[in-house]
């Protein structure tokens, strides 16, 4: 690998984990070097289940219409995005690792030299009971996400899958070492 760092983008269905998964990852690496892990920018006020900044629409706009932001995308009514200080972390060198978006990868890939693609999935019935302790859905919409979940996983070609139904320490475990094997001098 050279010396430029890479994207990692964590991408998976509402419900699955993922911020869980990175906080174990950001625990496990914390006292090494090389690893950034960065904080979405979102138009959705805090709340206990996603970890995110949060912005307003017009704080968003202006964002996308000056350049402010490494990447930026819409997904379900709600504009995401990633600091621009994000590029310049990638280009010193650094593993850097967000919670993503399936629907975002192509414009990553476009801005950034380096993208890898880790999917964390679950079973259905692990991911509707996580759904419905959210209290956000109904019960058809839950049914509904399971099935656009299922032909979405299918588009994306992950450079890693996690199935997260197990422990965190394994389940996490396996994220860590992934991020391990892609920092600069990390052997091959």
């Keep these: 690998m050279t010396?430029?760092?890479v994207l990692v983008a964590v991408v998976g269905p509402s419900g699955v984990g993922k911020d869980s998964l990175l906080g174990h990852a950001k625990a496990a690496l914390a006292e090494e070097a090389g690893f950034v892990f960065v904080r979405r920018l979102v138009t959705?006020?805090?709340?206990?289940?996603?970890?995110?900044?949060?912005?307003d629409e017009a704080a968003f706009e202006k964002g996308v219409a000056t350049g402010r932001f490494s990447v930026s995308w819409r997904?379900?009514?709600?504009?995401?995005?990633?600091?621009?200080?994000?590029?310049?972390a990638v280009?010193?060198?650094?593993?850097?690792?967000?919670?993503?978006?399936?629907?975002?990868i192509d414009a990553a890939r476009e801005r950034f030299p380096a993208v890898r693609v880790v999917a964390i999935s679950a079973p259905d019935a692990v991911l509707a009971a996580r759904l419905a302790a959210?209290?956000?859905?109904?019960d058809?919409?839950?049914?509904?996400?399971?099935?656009r979940e299922a032909i979405c996983a299918s588009e994306?070609?992950?450079?890693?899958?996690?199935?997260?139904?197990?422990?965190?320490?394994?389940?996490?475990?396996?994220?860590?070492a992934y991020l391990r094997s892609l920092r600069v001098g990390a052997p091959a």
Excluded: K, W
Aim: proline letters at 4%.
């Design 75 to 88: 997904a379900h009514g709600l504009g995401y995005a990633l600091p621009i200080d994000t590029l310049d």
């Design 156 to 176: 994306i070609q992950p450079d890693l899958t996690i199935v997260n139904d197990r422990p965190i320490e394994q389940s996490g475990g396996e994220l860590v």
């Design 3 to 5: 010396s430029m760092g």
């Design 140 to 147: 058809e919409a839950i049914a509904a996400r399971l099935a």
């Design 91 to 104: 280009a010193r060198g650094a593993v850097v690792i967000c919670n993503f978006s399936r629907g975002a």
């Design 44 to 55: 959705r006020g805090e709340n206990a289940f996603e970890d995110h900044d949060t912005l």
């Design 134 to 138: 959210r209290g956000r859905e109904s």
